[in-house]
């Protein structure tokens, strides 16, 4: 079983490393970051599992952190660290939806109670795909094919794999094109006008043979984005 990962964005270097030696002791995996423009980009372009943000970061701020976190991966569980003083700035990361927070200073075992219990009634990230069966066929995602009862194969790009595996895993959710460009292409969405992600799925509709006009399997969510047919497993 894969240990979960925990984003630790702290400017003070020595909480940061108290941090880091406490959740990687308690069977954690441990990422970092000191600055907020550092921590933007691996909130946005890693994957994992809990984020503790520190509100007052050099570069850019955590609820500005949080703010665009949520934009693309609004179940992302999240805890804030603040200061005692900043309870004005605490109330506005729970409205922007940081599922908890812990006033500094604080002590390592309150840290880690508050870690497990968020970490304990989120959703369990879902696993890596190698392939999934549907109707008429079935997707290789190691060997980067889609094979056909009758024989056929379709070749997939990297791109195609990574973009289907992340929709399989996710299958019966609808998932937004920017949380797509966010995890799949690993690039900010914020203030980006592309179609990248509608030329991508056109081109997966037609290597899955899935009807563009009446889709089973790469259905499309008005207003939403896209979503991979609950029916079909990996």
Request: aromatic share 4%.
């Amino acid at each position: 079983m894969t240990q979960p990962s925990i984003l630790i964005v702290e400017d003070d270097a020595a909480i940061r490393r108290g941090i880091v030696d406490a959740v990687r002791f308690a069977g954690y995996v441990p990422l970092e970051a000191a600055r907020g423009d550092d921590g933007l980009k691996m909130a946005i372009g890693r994957d994992f599992d809990l984020l503790l943000l520190d509100l007052v970061l050099p570069g850019i701020s955590g609820l500005e952190i949080l703010r665009q976190l949520r934009e693309g991966r609004p179940t992302q569980p999240v805890i804030i660290l603040s200061a005692l003083g900043e309870e004005a700035d605490r109330v506005a990361g729970l409205k922007l939806g940081a599922d908890d927070y812990v006033v500094k200073p604080f002590s390592v075992k309150e840290l880690l109670a508050r870690v497990e219990a968020v970490i304990r009634r989120s959703p369990q990230r879902p696993s890596n795909v190698s392939h999934f069966e549907f109707a008429g066929g079935q997707a290789d995602l190691a060997r980067q094919e889609v094979r056909f009862a009758n024989g056929d194969r379709e070749e997939l790009s990297s791109r195609e794999v990574e973009l289907l595996g992340y929709l399989v895993r996710h299958a019966g959710r609808a998932v937004s094109r920017d949380e797509l460009l966010s995890n799949v292409w690993r690039i900010s969405p914020r203030g980006l006008a592309t179609r990248t992600v509608d030329m991508h799925v056109v081109r997966l509709r037609e290597k899955l043979r899935d009807d563009a006009q009446q889709p089973r399997l790469l259905l499309t969510v008005r207003g939403k984005g896209y979503m991979m047919a609950a029916s079909e497993h990996p």
